[in-house]
């Protein structure tokens, strides 16, 4: 149980498009999800939260207008990355948090990874 | 604001060695303090959880308020072992945000 998907695994897109990302819940249901960022041979860094049926939080330096977050349903949240540039070539991870249970563990997806041209 | 500092950002040791991967904390409050673990091509998984006070595959952490440290350890390494563990904490009750440690890779050799 508590398995958390992404697709798609691998993306590749020019300058200036966008690009969304998927985070799925397969087996429960999550109100909060978690999104990162994670440079090459570098750590995970949290990039926002987000809560279903309401706005995402961002963390600090992260611009809300470049990557949108939508956590519409109870199993998915989305990450558009907008008017993508090279930098923002990442891997961008997911994790979402089983609330059934009494403590605070998330479950990760298994990452996107994007490549800006 | 909090942060969570991994020294070492490679380890390699002997297979049946003892481990210990070191996680230094910096919280003013009372924090929730992790380990996960990525294999190779694997995702990122929780191995285990200061609260729990479990002993998973072998290793054990033990919370070390006075020293700020989460250090996690197996007395006895195998191969298998082999992968990137991060450390990490949130800061308690409903905030469940994690930060992360840089992470430190663990080679078990033969």
């Known amino acids: 149980g508590a398995v958390v998907s992404q697709h798609p695994s691998r993306v590749i897109c020019k300058s200036g498009t966008s690009v969304k990302i998927e985070c799925r819940s397969l087996?429960?249901?999550?109100?909060?999800m978690f999104w990162y960022r994670q440079f090459p041979k570098q750590s995970l860094m949290l990039m926002a939260t987000?809560?279903?049926?309401?706005?995402?939080?961002?963390e600090q330096g992260v611009e809300k207008d470049k990557f949108l977050i939508n956590h519409a349903s109870l199993t998915l949240s989305t990450l558009t990355v907008t008017s993508a540039h090279p930098e923002d070539s990442s891997f961008y991870i997911c994790?979402?948090?089983?609330?059934?249970?009494?403590?605070?563990?998330?479950?990760f997806g298994p990452g996107t990874r994007l490549t800006v041209l | 604001a909090q942060r969570v500092t991994q020294p070492e950002k490679l380890l390699s040791v002997f297979k049946g060695a003892p481990v210990e991967l070191k996680c230094n904390y910096s919280?003013?409050?009372?924090?929730?303090l992790f380990w996960y673990v990525q294999y190779s091509r694997q995702r990122l998984q929780l191995l285990l959880r200061?609260?729990s006070r479990e002993s998973i595959k072998g290793f054990t952490a033990d919370l070390n308020k006075g020293e700020t440290s989460f250090h996690l350890k197996k007395p006895f390494a195998q191969e298998e072992d082999s992968a990137m563990y991060y450390c990490?904490?949130?800061?308690?009750?409903?905030?469940?945000?994690?930060?992360f440690g840089k992470g430190t890779l663990l080679t078990v050799n033969p």
């Open positions: 994790s979402a948090r089983d609330e059934t249970r009494s403590y605070n563990e998330q479950f």
């Open positions: 987000s809560n279903e049926g309401s706005k995402a939080t961002y």
């Open positions: 200061h609260i």
């Open positions: 919280y003013s409050g009372s924090p929730e």
């Open positions: 990490a904490l949130s800061r308690g009750g409903s905030n469940y945000k994690l930060t």
């Open positions: 087996d429960f249901q999550a109100t909060t």
